[in-house]
């Protein structure tokens, strides 16, 4: 590579860097092009030599956390492979929970910032974080897929999604402090009742 290229591709990660302190200190909300210039110590010209946009190095940062997420629930899946799949179930739930209290802005960043246009996207970023977010459900499908077997008139794709919603519902709006929401530590405990109570229905024999 010539040392064009390189220094382009260090000033590529130090800005994704960057931008990941800032969401995580500050929220996506307070990104600003001339803030990150002053951290990687280049001028607000050059971030567009790298990146289309702002969005741009906010969907390589959400990436990032998504793949964060990805991994953590890939080892706790792979740490209950052999047990009860609903209890797999449940401590992905509970995953998913430590995870935004340790993350909460980068996190919020995955809801709060708007996709953009793909096609002004020159390096297809959108298109790997769309891939990844669908990714993270194979997670919930593995252990949920044992209990639907056999009934193919409910696609276990759908469901996990359902799951996932209710999951992130009461994760949601008890972090944010909402009135619908619940203390914080009472969310471990509602989110196991929540899968259980749904795992017995599906597995409750008919009369």
């Known amino acids: 590579m010539s040392k064009a290229s390189d220094r382009k591709e260090a000033?590529?990660?130090?800005?994704?860097?960057?931008?990941?302190?800032r969401i995580a200190a500050h929220g996506v909300g307070k990104l600003r092009a001339r803030d990150l210039a002053a951290d990687v110590k280049c001028s607000v010209g050059a971030i567009y030599n790298v990146f289309a946009d702002i969005d741009a190095i906010i969907l390589h940062v959400s990436f990032r956390t998504l793949?964060?997420?990805?991994?953590?629930?890939?080892?706790?899946?792979?740490?209950h492979r052999d047990g009860e799949?609903?209890?797999?179930?449940?401590?992905?739930?509970?995953?998913?929970?430590?995870l935004v209290q340790d993350n909460y802005n980068l996190w919020r960043a995955l809801?709060?910032?708007?996709?953009?246009?793909?096609?002004?996207?020159s390096d297809g970023i959108g298109k790997q974080v769309t891939y990844r977010q669908n990714a993270l459900f194979q997670h919930i499908e593995k252990p949920l897929g044992t209990y639907l077997t056999g009934n193919e008139d409910v696609p276990v794709k759908y469901v996990a999604r359902s799951l996932f919603?209710?999951?992130?519902?009461?994760?949601?709006?008890?972090?944010e402090g909402r009135a619908s929401g619940i203390s914080m530590d009472a969310v471990p405990e509602q989110l196991e009742f929540l899968l259980r109570t749904f795992v017995a229905g599906l597995v409750k024999p008919a009369p």
């Open 165 to 175: 919603a209710s999951v992130h519902g009461i994760v949601s709006l008890s972090m």
């Open 111 to 121: 809801f709060d910032h708007t996709m953009p246009d793909e096609s002004a996207l």
């Open 11 to 21: 000033l590529h990660g130090a800005l994704i860097q960057a931008a990941e302190e």
């Open 85 to 98: 799949p609903v209890t797999c179930m449940v401590c992905l739930a509970w995953t998913y929970f430590e």
């Open 67 to 79: 793949q964060r997420i990805d991994d953590a629930m890939e080892k706790t899946g792979a740490e």
